[in-house]
């Protein structure tokens, strides 16, 4: 699998020369596996950037995996270009809620007076999930996602192809109220997908 990193940056988009290196977008991560499949991490505002790339090589199919609803996790969504292209098929997977199903959450966002164009409008084929608990395949690789510790419904995916994985966890906090070193590894948040990682890419909020 490859792995490129579009937004790194919490809470709020900061481009300009102070964050080239590091990157100035908020939370978006691509993963293109060896089957041609591209899963993409988050919706942050790296996430247009990400769209104008893809319309030089437009993939069949994508993917998006949403690990929790915080704005700096969903505004880039909305500039998606490929959301725009009529027919493509944009499965949109998140952290389930006992209170409203994922599209409608995410419509809050994308309606007026929010954003001008409403998610009901627009030409992609979009489909709505919960987050996999259970391994789900998709081309050569497998994924499952798994409740961390944050605030609101959060979850961190784990990816895996031809034995090597990769784990995505931001906004996580495995030690809120507690010192990590006095919480067994079995109660500790996200130790169940991270645990023997090859790439770990972690944010302590």
């Given at each position: 699998?490859?792995?490129?990193?579009?937004?790194?940056?919490?809470?709020?988009?900061?481009?300009?020369?102070?964050?080239?290196?590091?990157?100035?977008?908020?939370?978006?991560?691509?993963v293109?596996?060896?089957?041609?499949?591209?899963?993409?991490?988050?919706?942050?505002?790296?996430?247009?950037?990400?769209?104008v790339?893809?319309?030089?090589?437009?993939?069949?199919?994508?993917?998006?995996?949403?690990?929790?609803?915080?704005?700096?996790?969903?505004?880039?969504?909305?500039?998606?270009?490929?959301?725009?292209?009529?027919?493509?098929?944009?499965?949109v997977?998140?952290?389930?809620?006992?209170?409203?199903?994922?599209?409608?959450?995410?419509?809050?966002?994308?309606?007026?007076?929010?954003?001008?164009?409403?998610?009901?409008?627009?030409?992609?084929?979009?489909?709505?999930?919960?987050?996999?608990?259970?391994?789900?395949?998709?081309?050569?690789g497998?994924?499952?996602?798994?409740?961390?510790?944050?605030?609101?419904?959060?979850?961190g995916?784990?990816?895996?192809?031809?034995?090597?994985?990769?784990?995505?966890?931001?906004?996580?906090?495995?030690?809120?109220?507690?010192?990590?070193?006095?919480?067994?590894?079995?109660?500790?948040?996200?130790?169940?997908?991270?645990?023997?990682?090859?790439?770990?890419?972690?944010?302590?909020?």
């Amino acid at each position: 699998m490859r792995v490129r990193v579009w937004g790194c940056r919490g809470s709020v988009a900061a481009p300009g020369a102070e964050t080239v290196k590091y990157g100035g977008n908020t939370s978006c991560v691509e993963v293109r596996l060896e089957s041609g499949h591209v899963l993409v991490l988050d919706a942050g505002t790296g996430m247009r950037a990400l769209g104008v790339e893809m319309q030089r090589d437009e993939p069949d199919s994508i993917v998006v995996l949403l690990t929790h609803l915080h704005l700096d996790h969903l505004q880039g969504l909305g500039f998606f270009r490929p959301l725009y292209v009529p027919g493509l098929d944009i499965s949109v997977w998140g952290p389930a809620s006992p209170v409203q199903k994922l599209a409608e959450r995410i419509a809050m966002y994308l309606s007026p007076p929010l954003f001008p164009v409403h998610l009901d409008d627009v030409q992609s084929f979009v489909t709505f999930h919960d987050a996999p608990e259970e391994p789900m395949i998709i081309g050569s690789g497998s994924i499952r996602a798994s409740k961390v510790q944050h605030q609101g419904p959060t979850v961190g995916y784990r990816i895996e192809e031809n034995g090597r994985s990769f784990v995505y966890l931001p906004d996580h906090e495995p030690s809120l109220g507690n010192e990590l070193r006095t919480i067994p590894v079995e109660w500790m948040s996200g130790y169940d997908i991270a645990c023997d990682a090859d790439v770990l890419f972690h944010d302590a909020q």
